[in-house]
Structures are given as C-alpha cells and as structure tokens.
C-alpha cells in the first residue's frame, strides 16, 4: 500500500528499497516494475525485513553500496543508525486502554520499546488522531515528533472482477450461505467476535437466524484456549448453522468475502487504524462498526455504529439490516469507491513524502 500510494506522487522525491534476507513475496514481486520500487540482498548491512526509503537523486542504477547508504531514511526498525534519519511507526497503544490483555512483562516491554522509538525516531508515525493523543499522554516531551499517517488499502482493478470460474470454486469452497455479515478479523479476544455470537444467539432464541462469515488466524498466543472457547460457545448455543469460521483466506477470496457479503461487521474493542474498514472503504461497502473513536475517524460512507459490548443493541443492528440490505456487490458505490481510492492513495503517499523529506 505505501509503495503504490508513493508511486501516485507526481515527480516522486522517492524511490523505496526493499532490503530482504528470506524470499521475496510474490506480491511485491508481482508489482516491483509496475510501482517502481527495487530488491537488493545486503550482507554487510543485515537487518531483517527492513524496509529503506531513500532519495531518488541519491540512486544510481548500479545501486553502487556506498552511495545508496550515504543518505537514507529508515522505516520501521527499532535501532537507530548513526547519523542517519529515522522514522519509526507506532500502530496503537492498545495495552494503556486494554491492560488486561496483556501480561505484565508485554505491558512493561511495550512501554518500554516505545520509549525508545520516541527517543531515537526524528519523526514517529501514527496511524490516527486518536494514537497521535496516546502518545502525547505517554511522552509529552517527545510529542513534536508525532505525525498522522491514514494508510489506505488498495486495490487493483482486477480485483474488483468475478470470474464465473472464481465465483464457481469460492462457493464450492466455502459453502457460503446466500446472505451474510462479513467478520475478517484475527480470533484475538479484543476483535470482540463473542458480543456477535451472544447477539446471533439471542436472534436465533426469536426466532430470527442470521449468517456470519469469520475469516482470520485462529492463533492467539496471549489467550492460547481462547479459539476453544468462542467454539464451545457456538456448540452449546446451538449457532454451529449461524456461525461460518473459514481461518486463513487467500487475499482474492477476502475480498471476494467481503464484496459478496451485504456489510462488513467490526465489533473490535479496540483498534489502531482498521485494515478491514480501509479495504471496506475501497470496495464502497457497508460497514457496521463499534463507536470506537478511530472507526468514526476513519468516516466510511453510510456506516451504522453500535455500543460493542450491548448485546440487546447488535441484535437489533443485525436482524434489521439482515433484511434491508441485498448481498453481493453495489456497481454504483463500487465505482465511486474507486474514484474516491485514487484521491486517498495520492495524499497517503503525499503525506509520507512530506515526512520523509522533513527528516533530510
């Protein structure tokens, strides 16, 4: 997303360089020629997954080793390399607001990290409003460093099209049910899956049966039997035929997923800068959100907010617009939602540009 959003820039000031020690993924490789950004394996400067900014003018095409690290930025690494600028990114400070999920020593080695990425970074990398005022209450005296980066999810015309060939192998795939909510988050316990259920549960006790699509790890390793225990509840209320749990998903059927569904569905308790709702955003879909503060930040169109943890209050949500709402994709909000993307990518890499150059 930051390397297309950056090839959007008119005249771009930068070039990124993606410094790598394991395979390169297929997606970057895929589109390394068509956004303009280059791969080199570097050995004496061995810094895994690291990702460099530098200045164009500062690269030659023989990426000659001494020129390319004569002046460059740094992105997204804790170390702080003499005498060259940092910038550095903190996603959220979900373990101020949620101390109870984490265990003493992570809430202590947050703390910790982060303190040294605002003592050493030139500039910091917020993700919203709402964590540029976190940081700002935690390190007061650093809070000059703060900058506001809204990251956008892109997406590709392709990804906008369904084969009668992908519709066909998705559906057999997956067993979808003709309607239903779409909830792609990871089966971590602050993703709040539980106030669905209980609410597709109290439905399904009036008689009313509504349809959840889960995709996302399983895997929590803060809450190692907490996966267990959403699937006890599902066995003991009887949901099994409500509650559709597909895991990990390859990115063309998230997004085919979530343009088939009729909303996306986020309660989450917390959240930094949500993934999904930037990919709901790009696809024009409708989006049925908790009231966190950074949701109503990031403003999709039509978006219906509720109370996370008022069961009574998403059941109404859920069978109301169980009803109201067609499945699948709307062309109109589609198109528009693609028109809309160019302009957000553009001032994503604008913005990040203007970061960047602060820094030289």
Same mark, same amino acid.
């Given at each position: 997303?930051?390397?297309?959003?950056?090839?959007?820039?008119?005249?771009?000031?930068?070039?990124?360089?993606?410094?790598?020690?394991?395979?390169?993924?297929?997606?970057?490789?895929?589109?390394?020629?068509?956004?303009?950004?280059?791969?080199?394996?570097?050995?004496?400067?061995?810094?895994?997954?690291?990702?460099?900014?530098?200045?164009?003018?500062?690269?030659?095409?023989?990426?000659?080793?001494?020129?390319?690290?004569?002046?460059?930025?740094?992105?997204?690494?804790?170390?702080?390399?003499?005498?060259?600028?940092?910038?550095?990114?903190?996603?959220?400070?979900?373990?101020?607001?949620?101390?109870?999920?984490?265990?003493?020593?992570?809430?202590?080695?947050?703390?910790?990290?982060?303190?040294?990425?605002?003592?050493?970074?030139?500039?910091?990398?917020?993700?919203?409003?709402?964590?540029?005022?976190?940081?700002?209450?935690?390190?007061?005296?650093?809070?000059?460093?703060?900058?506001?980066?809204?990251?956008?999810?892109?997406?590709?015309?392709?990804?906008?099209?369904?084969?009668?060939?992908?519709?066909?192998?998705?559906?057999?795939?997956?067993?979808?049910?003709?309607?239903?909510?779409?909830?792609?988050?990871?089966?971590?316990?602050?993703?709040?899956?539980?106030?669905?259920?209980?609410?597709? !549960?109290?439905?399904?006790?009036?008689?009313?049966?509504?349809?959840?699509?889960?995709?996302?790890?399983?895997?929590?390793?803060?809450?190692?039997?907490?996966?267990?225990?959403? !699937?006890?509840?599902?066995?003991?209320?009887?949901?099994?035929?409500?509650?559709?749990?597909?895991?990990?998903?390859?990115?063309?059927?998230?997004?085919?997923?979530?343009?088939?569904?009729?909303?996306?569905?986020?309660?989450?308790?917390?959240?930094?800068?949500?993934?999904?709702?930037?990919?709901?955003?790009?696809?024009?879909?409708?989006?049925?959100?908790?009231?966190?503060?950074?949701?109503?930040?990031?403003?999709?169109?039509?978006?219906?907010?509720?109370?996370?943890?008022?069961?009574?209050?998403?059941?109404?949500?859920?069978?109301?617009?169980?009803?109201?709402?067609?499945?699948?994709?709307?062309?109109?909000?589609?198109?528009?939602?693609?028109?809309?993307?160019?302009?957000?990518?553009?001032?994503?890499?604008?913005?990040?540009?203007?970061?960047?150059?602060? !820094?030289?």
């Amino acid at each position: 997303n930051l390397f297309t959003a950056i090839s959007k820039v008119q005249s771009p000031a930068l070039i990124p360089l993606v410094d790598f020690d394991d395979e390169i993924p297929d997606l970057l490789k895929e589109n390394s020629k068509q956004i303009n950004f280059y791969f080199k394996r570097n050995i004496k400067f061995y810094i895994k997954k690291l990702i460099n900014v530098f200045l164009k003018k500062d690269l030659d095409t023989s990426y000659n080793q001494k020129k390319i690290y004569k002046n460059f930025d740094l992105t997204s690494h804790s170390d702080k390399i003499k005498n060259k600028p940092n910038i550095q990114w903190i996603p959220d400070f979900q373990h101020i607001h949620l101390p109870d999920m984490f265990s003493k020593e992570e809430y202590d080695n947050r703390n910790a990290e982060f303190l040294k990425t605002a003592e050493e970074s030139d500039i910091v990398i917020l993700s919203s409003e709402d964590a540029k005022k976190d940081f700002e209450k935690c390190f007061p005296q650093y809070a000059y460093k703060a900058r506001v980066l809204h990251f956008v999810s892109y997406f590709p015309n392709d990804l906008y099209e369904t084969t009668d060939k992908l519709d066909k192998q998705i559906k057999e795939k997956f067993n979808l049910p003709e309607k239903y909510f779409f909830l792609p988050n990871q089966f971590w316990k602050h993703k709040n899956h539980i106030s669905v259920f209980k609410a597709v !549960t109290l439905l399904k006790k009036q008689g009313i049966n509504v349809h959840i699509v889960c995709t996302g790890n399983t895997k929590d390793y803060r809450n190692p039997d907490f996966f267990n225990k959403l !699937t006890s509840f599902i066995s003991e209320n009887n949901i099994q035929e409500n509650i559709h749990i597909l895991g990990m998903v390859d990115y063309k059927e998230l997004v085919y997923l979530m343009r088939y569904s009729i909303a996306l569905l986020q309660p989450s308790l917390f959240e930094g800068w949500s993934s999904t709702i930037e990919e709901a955003k790009s696809l024009g879909k409708n989006c049925i959100l908790s009231n966190l503060n950074v949701h109503i930040e990031q403003n999709p169109q039509d978006s219906i907010y509720f109370d996370p943890l008022d069961i009574e209050q998403i059941s109404e949500i859920l069978s109301e617009n169980y009803q109201k709402l067609p499945a699948g994709p709307n062309l109109k909000l589609e198109e528009q939602a693609k028109k809309n993307m160019d302009k957000r990518m553009l001032e994503f890499g604008t913005t990040y540009q203007k970061y960047v150059l602060e !820094t030289l």
